[in-house]
């Protein structure tokens, strides 16, 4: 038998010439991708470190999550064009779509693992508390994108995959309706993680209650009252709620007033309020907006005057305040002003003979 009929006999449907073709574009299109795949890898993405943008730090974990597998497969199906179609070689086609499906469901979870993984980063820094509930919205993202991997690869087998998505949907339902509580602040810890309208250490008033944020979990948030005991809320009641957080305040607006005696000369009246300013202007970070002779009271004379205090904090709110309350006693008492209290003249008439 010479090299010609060596190369024309067949077995499985294919000539032996057929079957050295396709395995030799096999090799040739393996060691490509692999080289290809070593090329991207050190010298496009070599320099690609922590410090990196996070793009490029989730194209570098994508990129090493593809697998070996993976390009035997792709060289497999290349390969196999070269030969006739057999009962073997249609399988094959099969086989790829698989690989790649699995491969697709690879690159999404190392997608999204590595994006959770530098917010995780961010977030622990700025509010550990929120962590775990990052964790959890990883964890689901991850069995969705599972889930549609394996319904693609039943459907891709031949299998009827409409009543298994319909009992899911059944199933689903049910679970969401025994747990509709539970579901519903683990949804608003999420909102509270994603939307953030407080965060820990922040100083929160829901209510009748105050305190700082002490923890935000999967179910409940947890405020230390400033009378030192810890106070409870749902996730899901919390956010039903008005919140006032006072931890973004920037500054604090103060409206003060102050009545005098109805006796109080005009001359006097109209020194109040540049008093009140002078008085307020001395004090530091601190910016007055107004004073002005607000009202006749019932018993008073009441001027009202506004300023800002340019800062957050209670404590030096109240150091100011305490300033500005003593330096209006002194100066006014200075100037012989009378600040009124509540009283009641009664006129009677004399009775006549």
Known sequence: MDLGEVLRYEFFGNTVLAWAASVGLFLLV???????????RKRLLGSVGDGSPPALQIIRHVVSQTGGWFLILVALYVGSRLLAPTRWT????????????VQLGLWATAALTMFLTLRRARQLAADPSTVAAMDLVG???????????????????????????????????????????????????LSIVLDKPFVVGDFIVVGDFMGSVEYV???????????GE???????????SR???????????????????????????????????????????????????????????????????????????????????????????????????????????????
Not at 230 to 240: A, H, P, Y
Not at 333 to 344: C, L, N, R, S
Request: hydrophobic residues 50%; charged residues 20%; without cysteine.
């Open 243 to 353: 919140i006032r957080n006072y931890g973004r305040m920037f500054e604090r607006r103060v409206l003060s007033s102050i009545g005098v005696i109805y006796q109080t000369p005009a001359e006097k009246l109209r020194r109040i309020p540049t008093i009140i300013r002078e008085i307020v202007e001395k004090q530091d970070k601190v910016r007055f907006d107004r004073a002005h002779f607000q009202k006749f009271s019932d018993s008073a004379l009441t001027f009202e005057f506004v300023y800002y205090v340019l800062t957050p904090d209670y404590n030096y709110y109240m150091d100011v305040q305490q300033s500005i309350n003593l330096a209006l006693f002194e100066q006014l008492a200075a100037e012989g002003v009378e600040f009124a209290y509540p009283t009641q003249t009664v006129f009677v008439s004399g009775a006549t003979a």
């Open 90 to 101: 249609e399988m094959i086609p099969q086989v790829v779509t698989i690989g790649l499906v």
């Open 217 to 227: 979990g999967l179910k409940t948030t947890r405020l230390r009252s400033l009378s």
């Open 30 to 40: 393996w060691a490509g991708l692999g080289v290809v795949r070593r090329l991207v």
């Open 230 to 240: 810890q106070v409870v809320f749902s996730n899901t009641d919390l956010l039903n």
């Open 139 to 189: 964890f689901m993202l991850r069995v969705v994108v599972w889930a549609a991997v394996l319904l693609v690869l039943l459907d891709n087998l031949g299998l009827d995959i409409a009543p298994l998505i319909a009992g899911l949907g059944v199933g689903g339902v049910a679970v969401a309706l025994a747990a509709q509580n539970i579901l519903g602040d683990l949804f608003s810890s």
